[in-house]
């Protein structure tokens, strides 16, 4: 029993140790066998069991996540072994320095180059699979069931959607229409010039000076000011959606 | 449909189909592609991942044709889990209903 789907499947999983991969496959190997007893074709069950690359990243996914687990709880094994020497050695031992602190302040950093992976990870819950031989960052939950990360996400969004997105656009909204005024009274000079071309209000240009370069020196300073508002804006953005990520992962959250 | 919105839901279905009946995997395929559209390989990653937490048990059962099946039948644990989440998903779908409703009723 032998066929292009099973040989792909078998080579996406090559890294998984022999005897696990035989398990896996075997599964396939009976789905064909009993699906070609009832009368389908190849191809149909082929077709019907979808993508072998997708397949492939569900079960090595749940593979490297069962291994993780094990070597975390043998970690924490190990603390609580550990915990009661050290209080006894150490009594008046320092507080770390949290080890939060130090991730968020490694988050900020590269936070704009991440923005982009995070939005894609929200808006687009299926990536393209990857060839294996290129082993993709876990994906998959590390603390939650895919339920429950689904009931985390759908609650989320519900949320979102009516409490978060309303204000949101309209801080962007009176953002946006600020920056627009700046950049009005920053390029007012042009209308004085144009209209000094045309003709008008000749008899009035020092007036018309002084307050365009008052306006000028408004719009700038206000444009200065909209710069840091954005970045921080963009902060608190980046900020939230890494959060709302975070939580439908669950799990390291906390 | 959204592939995230299909995986939580399906685990819910695979969890109450098995629990009505002991069933091998392509029977459970079946059932469940009647229904609704999925890729029906991506079953056996999740009966695999359902089986690795002990909601699962499997036994390997003859059959008059073709090769022994691997029947997958529900243990306590699964049954404790598949409760909450039919709580968990009652709860969620009614909230859903009354937001479609209201949202409905205002436009």
Redesign the interface.
């Known amino acids: 029993m032998n066929n292009e789907f099973l040989k792909r499947l078998e080579t996406l999983l090559s890294k998984v140790p022999e005897s696990d991969r035989r398990e ?1 496959l ?6 064909f ?3 070609l ?2 009368g389908k074709s190849v191809e149909e069950l082929t077709a ?5 690359y ?2 492939a990243r ?2 090595l996914a ?1 593979y490297r996540v ?1 291994k993780d687990e094990v070597v975390q709880q043998t970690e924490e094994q190990v603390q609580e072994q550990v915990q009661p020497f050290q209080e006894q050695i150490q009594p008046e031992q320092q507080p770390q320095p949290s080890q939060q602190e130090v991730n968020s302040k490694e988050l900020t950093m590269d936070e704009k180059a991440e923005l982009a992976a995070l939005k894609a990870a929200l808006y687009k ?2 990536p393209i699979p990857t060839p294996m031989g290129t082993s993709e960052p876990t994906r998959s939950t590390s603390g939650r ?3 429950g ?3 985390v ?3 989320l969004l ?1 949320f979102n959607l009516i409490f978060i997105v309303g204000p949101a656009a309209g801080i962007f909204a009176a953002y946006i229409s600020i920056c627009a005024v700046a950049l009005v009274f920053t390029l007012s000079p042009l209308v004085l010039i144009s209209s000094s071309f045309l003709g008008f209000s000749h008899e009035s240009l020092a007036v018309n000076f002084f307050v365009s370069l008052a306006l000028t020196s408004l719009g700038m300073l206000m444009g200065i000011g909209m710069m840091y508002v954005g970045k921080y804006l963009f902060k608190g953005l980046a900020g939230y959606t890494k959060l709302n990520v975070r939580m439908v992962r669950g799990g390291r959250a906390a | 449909m959204n592939v995230q919105f299909k995986k939580g839901v399906l685990e819910l279905c695979v969890l109450i189909l098995i629990s009505k009946k002991d069933q091998y995997g392509y029977e459970l395929a079946q059932n469940i592609s009647n229904k609704i559209e999925v890729a029906e390989g991506t079953l056996y990653p999740l009966l695999r991942r359902l089986t690795k937490e002990d909601y699962f048990t499997t036994y390997l059962a003859e059959s008059t044709e073709g090769p022994p099946r691997k029947y997958y039948s529900i243990t306590d644990k699964g049954n404790e889990y598949m409760k909450d989440l039919v709580d968990d998903w009652k709860q969620f779908s009614n909230a859903v209903n009354q937001f479609i409703e209201e949202g409905l009723h205002h436009e």
């Open positions: 896996m075997y599964d396939y190997e009976e789905h066998q009993i699906g007893a009832n019907e069991l979808g993508d072998p997708v397949i569900d079960l749940d069962g819950p299926a069931s895919a339920f990360s689904f009931m996400g759908m609650s519900l």
